[in-house]
């Protein structure tokens, strides 16, 4: 699977959708991509455990409902964030506490305004295994993670390193 080529056309391809739409004053929130982020190929999904509002690791596998995220480009900031399919919220601040790095679902917004605290992310793919991307919390310049690798782990958004998800489609 070559999710790094085919995740760089999919944001060079947002990039010009987002710019006609800046052009023309428009909001949008194109997907750059739309399915489960895993650690690995069958385990560590993000979660929204229980359908949110906390963010927990999940190694049950892929094709769990709850692991549905999908990665947009805010228009017209340059952040990325993760939508949960289940209830069109964002990970960011669990509770929309911008003092607590837990990942809980809060509010995406729309154009770039009213997005919840720790809602808006960059996203790479250096220092990862081929077809992997980390996601960088903006809010608290760390890494969305779990505490640890067992199943119903926290997810934090200050993890000081990297930590690698696959792009894995729509369960």
């Known amino acids: 699977m ?3 080529r085919r995740l760089a056309l999919l944001a060079a391809g947002a990039s010009v959708v987002l710019g006609a739409s800046v052009a023309t004053a428009e909001v949008a929130q194109a997907a750059v991509w739309d399915g489960q982020w ?3 190929l069958l385990t560590g999904c993000i979660n929204a455990w229980s359908g949110g509002p906390l963010i927990k690791q999940y190694n049950g596998g ?3 409902a709850n692991n549905n995220f999908t990665l947009f480009q805010q228009s017209p900031t340059v952040y990325y964030a993760l939508r949960f399919d289940g209830n069109s919220n964002c990970i960011g601040d669990y509770q929309n506490d ?3 790095a837990k990942a809980g679902l809060v ?8 997005e919840g605290w720790g809602a808006n992310f960059t996203t790479g793919t250096s ?5 992997e991307s ?3 919390n903006v809010h608290w310049n760390g890494y969305l993670g779990p505490a640890d690798g067992s199943n119903g782990s ?3 958004l200050n993890k000081p390193g990297k930590v690698c998800f696959n792009a894995l489609g729509k369960a």
């Open 154 to 156: 926290q997810f934090y």
């Open 2 to 4: 070559r999710i790094p």
């Open 98 to 100: 911008q003092n607590d």
């Open 127 to 131: 220092g990862c295994p081929n077809g």
């Open 38 to 40: 895993c650690q690995g």
């Open 107 to 114: 509010s995406c917004g729309t154009g770039g305004t009213g």
């Open 62 to 64: 892929q094709n769990t």
């Open 134 to 136: 980390w996601f960088h």
